[in-house]
Every structure is written in structure tokens, then in C-alpha cells.
């Protein structure tokens, strides 16, 4: 249980263009997912905090312009990168908030690897 | 000021032996403790949990053990194994946040066969 997907797995695209990544909780419903990135022999930076039904939270630094999310539904996530450029070019994961009792706990998709060119 | 540590950035272990990868946090508000497992151009898997209220989490080969007065926490794995090599992670969390984690930077665990 507990299984989060991403999509595309790899994406590469032109200076200028836009992607779109999706997060996906399969089999559980997450009212909060998060969206990180992370660098080269970095841990996970946290880009933004996505509640469904509401606006994302980003965090300093992060511009809410270039990085679109959109969290309409309890299973559905997703990132838009608008305008991509080369230093957008990173590992871009998001993870889903599964709570309980005495549990709280973000399980992470597998990723996304954008190239841009 | 980076709230969560992981001092050490690499260890080895031989298999069959014990892994103890250790984290120490800052921020007295965190109460609920996760590590995870990373592969290279992987995203994170979850491996075990504590809250606050627990001092120990047990779950197959992997313990986690939180010493709150100290605000230290620690991951044992008991048997080691080749393929629980990999970067593990610890992070924490405090109510109020939505749950935000905040990470260590990481310690790669090495296991030799």
C-alpha cells in the first residue's frame, strides 16, 4: 500500500517550453502532497506545499509563476514548469501525506528528471 | 541552521553485522521522526517511524531509537545486507506545519559482501 507515481519518469524539452508532471497516490487519498527538488549529491529541497482544493504554499524563493501546481483532486497533483530554461534542469519529486493515529507519514513517487535544453 | 544532522556522510558495514546510521535534530517542536531509503535518480522510500511519545520503533531489521534529551536519533539494521546499500535519510516533522519535513543531508551505507 502507500504507492505514489509520477509521470514522466524522464522528460527532455526546449528552452521555453512547458512541462507538466503529474503525482499520483494510487491507493489512498492525500489532502496534502509536496513537491521537491533536488540537486546533485543534495538532499530534497522543498519547493512548495499543495492542499487539495486550495493554493499552493511555496517556499522563499520558490517563484509560484514558474512552478504552477495544481492539487484538484484527493489523488492528483501536478507541477507545471512554465517557460523551462536550462537551470530549470533538476530531479523533481513529489510526495503524498498518508496520516493516522499515530502516523504521518510522505511516501515519495519515484521522480522526474527534467533536461532542459 | 540546518535542523536536522546526519554527521556522518558515509559508513561501512560488513554483512551480517550491524548498521547504526545516527541523526540529531535542533528544533525541540519536531515529534514524529522518519528515515528513508534513497537509490541515485530514485525518490525516497520509507523505511520506519517514531513519534515522540515512543522511544523505540522496532520493524524486522530495522529499530529506530529516539533519545528525546538528547534529541538524537538513531536507525539500527540488523542483518545488513548488500542491497541495503543506498543513502538513508532522516527527517522530522511537528504538528502544526502541515507536516513538513525537514531532512538531514544523508548518509550513504555501504554494505560489503
Known amino acids: 500500500g502507500a504507492v505514489v507515481s509520477q509521470h514522466p519518469s524522464r522528460v527532455i524539452c526546449k528552452s521555453g517550453t512547458s512541462v507538466k508532471i503529474e503525482c499520483r497516490s494510487l491507493?489512498?487519498?492525500?489532502?496534502?502532497m509536496f513537491w521537491y527538488r533536488q540537486f546533485p549529491k543534495q538532499s530534497l529541497m522543498l519547493m512548495a506545499t499543495?492542499?487539495?482544493?486550495?493554493?499552493?504554499?511555496?517556499e522563499q524563493g520558490v517563484e509560484k509563476d514558474k512552478f504552477l501546481i495544481n492539487h484538484a483532486s484527493l489523488t492528483l497533483s501536478t507541477l507545471t514548469v512554465t517557460s523551462a530554461h536550462p537551470e530549470d534542469s533538476s530531479f523533481y519529486i513529489c510526495?503524498?501525506?498518508?496520516?493516522?493515529?499515530?502516523?504521518?507519514?510522505?511516501?515519495f513517487g519515484p521522480g522526474t528528471r527534467l533536461t532542459v535544453l | 541552521d540546518q535542523q536536522v544532522k546526519q554527521n556522518s556522510p558515509s559508513l561501512s558495514v560488513q554483512e551480517g553485522r550491524i548498521s547504526i546510521l545516527n541523526c540529531d535534530y535542533t528544533?525541540?517542536?519536531?515529534?514524529?521522526f522518519l528515515w528513508y531509503k534513497k537509490y541515485p535518480a530514485e525518490g525516497p522510500t520509507f523505511l520506519i517511524s517514531?513519534?515522540?511519545?515512543?522511544d523505540k520503533n522496532e520493524d524486522g531489521r530495522f529499530t529506530v531509537f529516539l533519545n528525546k534529551s538528547a534529541k538524537h536519533l538513531s536507525l539500527h539494521i540488523v542483518p545488513s545486507q548488500p542491497g541495503d546499500s543506498a543513502v538513508y535519510f532522516c527527517?522530522?516533522?511537528?504538528?502544526?506545519?502541515?507536516?513538513?519535513?525537514?531532512f538531514g543531508s544523508g548518509t550513504q551505507l555501504t554494505v560489503l559482501p
Open positions: 510526495s503524498a501525506r498518508l496520516g493516522g493515529f499515530y502516523t504521518d507519514t510522505q511516501y
Open positions: 491507493d489512498f487519498q492525500a489532502t496534502t
Open positions: 499543495s492542499n487539495e482544493g486550495s493554493k499552493a504554499t511555496y
Open positions: 528544533n525541540s517542536m519536531f515529534d514524529y
Open positions: 517514531i513519534s515522540s511519545i515512543k
Open positions: 527527517a522530522a516533522s511537528a504538528s502544526g506545519s502541515a507536516r513538513q519535513l525537514t
